[in-house]
T-cell receptor, first 113, second 109 residues
Framework: GAGVSQSPSNKVTEKGKDVELRCDPISGHTALYWYRQSLGQGLEFLIYFQGNSAPDKSGLPSDRFSAERTGGSVSTLTIQRTQQEDSAVYLC???????????FGPGTRLTVL | QKEVEQDPGPLSVPEGAIVSLNCTYSNSAFQYFMWYRQYSRKGPELLMYTYSSGNKEDGRFTAQVDKSSKYISLFIRDSQPSDSATYLCAMMSGNKLVFGAGTILRVKS
């Protein structure tokens, strides 16, 4: 069956621009997560959705980062006024319900010049 | 001190060897334990998922959890060159996963 998909796979942008990253979770998975993976920090949690609600946003690094989920399915992570330190791989994961194994997408590699 | 400690390696073994990968953790509230495999420029792939202390086996992989010692292990039997990847341990805290740094494994043919 189809796994978690993410787009774009790569994104190069200039400092100060806004970017949108998309995640399509596995069909029927109610829980959706965003993580960030960078060389110095490893894999870090950003935000968790249950349905369309985000009960845990504790990992978002600043108010430049926001995310939404619509129809209990697709999610978009938006980074406003990108900075060079935002360069990382942004990974999306989904699970059938919370506290179960999370399945990851291939990630979006973001480079901020 | 990080909540989850994992030796980054690299760990280099000959084909056919038994591989032991380990993580220690400090937060006794962690209840679910997972191992992921990540190939270069790919997303992490869920290998094993356990809850209780003890062993869980799946093919060539065995996951071991010792909650009293706050120590988890992944054993790979009959290792293959295709097992060369980064192995990440992860533990569930609330609804989020807390990851180790990942161990780079290289299996030489």
């Amino acid at each position: 069956g189809a796994g978690v998909s993410q787009s774009p796979s790569n994104k190069v942008t200039e400092k100060g621009k806004d970017v949108e990253l998309r995640c399509d979770p596995i069909s029927g998975h109610t829980a959706l997560y965003w993580y960030r993976q960078s060389l110095g920090q490893g894999l870090e949690f950003l935000i968790y959705f249950q349905g369309n609600s985000a009960p845990d946003k504790s990992g978002l690094p600043s108010d430049r980062f926001s995310a939404e989920r619509t129809g209990g399915s697709v999610s978009t992570l938006t980074i406003q006024r990108t900075q060079q330190e935002d360069s990382a791989v942004y990974l999306c994961a989904s699970s059938l319900k919370a506290a179960q194994g999370q399945f990851f997408g291939p990630g979006t590699r973001l480079t901020v010049l | 001190q990080k909540e989850v400690e994992q030796d980054p390696g690299p760990l280099s073994v000959p084909e056919g060897a038994i591989v032991s990968l380990n993580c220690t953790y400090s937060n006794s509230a962690f209840q679910y334990f997972m191992w992921y495999r990540q190939y270069s420029r790919k997303g992490p792939e869920l290998l094993m998922y356990t809850y209780s202390s003890g062993n869980k086996e799946d093919g060539r992989f065995t996951a071991q959890v010792d909650k009293s010692s706050k120590y988890i292990s992944l054993f790979i039997r009959d290792s293959q060159p295709s097992d060369s990847a980064t192995y990440l341990c992860a533990m569930m805290s609330g609804n989020k996963l807390v990851f180790g740094a990942g161990t780079i494994l290289r299996v030489k043919s």
